[in-house]
């Protein structure tokens, strides 16, 4: 069974730059998954970032990006910040109408 | 605005079924531009893709719950439900509804719009 994989953890500094992936345990994830990328707080519903790779939902700061890094889907957060300090879950569509997602990754800025 | 709104017990006896309804207010359920799913997050783990619904019934679901999950929906009432059945301790968790455009329609698909959540505990 296909799994998606992501970094459990990842820590940047602030002001740096984090790249968050998202990949398949077996195979290469392409524009054909149809990637996004969701942020959540603690106690709080998903909040959409990215849809389709790299097109960023209505109100999400340019900081944050979407792309295809090799054989996976890619979240950059430039210039980061404290309050991007978040859980980053990426979801990709499969045939027949079968979504997947990832573990999702803690986000630590310090 | 559109808002989708989860409702339905908060506590649930082991083998018995967990059963959630999902109201969409602001907008209508039947809308040929999307689907409507149900995605679920155990307490300090991970989110996980239940299953989605079209306004023609039309179903999909995780296929490791297909056997004990039943989506339906209810255009009359602008609602769709969620049926679980034969729960365990594991089916512990935050459940979401949310929106999905279709492919065909939009030319994307994504979970655009999500409701608050509504925790179900199964215990004794």
């Known amino acids: 069974q296909t799994v998606v994989t992501q970094e459990p953890s990842f820590s940047v500094s602030p002001g740096g730059t984090a790249t968050l992936t998202c990949g398949l345990s077996s195979g290469s994830v392409s524009t054909s998954h149809y990637p996004s990328w969701y942020q959540q707080t603690p106690g709080q519903a998903p909040r959409t970032l990215i849809y389709s790779t790299n097109t960023r939902s209505s109100g999400v700061p340019d900081r944050f990006s979407g792309s295809i890094l090799g054989n996976k889907a890619a979240l950059t957060i430039t210039g980061a910040q404290a309050d991007d300090e978040s859980d980053y879950y990426c979801v990709l569509y499969t045939a027949r109408g079968i979504w997947m997602f990832g573990g999702g990754t803690k986000l630590t800025v310090l | 605005q559109l808002q989708l709104q989860e409702s339905g017990p908060g506590l649930v006896k082991p083998s018995e079924t967990l059963s959630l309804t999902c109201t969409v207010s602001?907008?209508?359920?039947?809308?040929?531009?999307?689907?409507w799913g149900w995605i679920r997050q155990p307490p300090g783990k991970g989110l996980e893709w239940i299953g989605s619904?079209?306004?023609?019934?039309?179903?999909y679901y995780n296929p490791s719950l297909k056997s004990r999950v039943t989506i339906s929906v209810d255009t009359s009432k602008n609602q769709f439900s969620l049926k679980l059945s034969s729960v365990t301790a594991a089916d512990t968790a935050a459940y979401y509804c949310?929106?999905?455009?279709?492919?065909?329609?939009?030319?994307?698909?994504?979970?655009?719009?999500w409701g608050r959540g509504a925790l179900v505990t199964v215990s004794s």
């Open positions: 602001g907008g209508s359920i039947n809308n040929s531009s999307y689907y």
């Open positions: 619904i079209y306004y023609s019934g039309t179903t």
């Open positions: 949310a929106r999905k455009p279709r492919i065909a329609v939009t030319g994307t698909t994504y979970f655009d719009l």
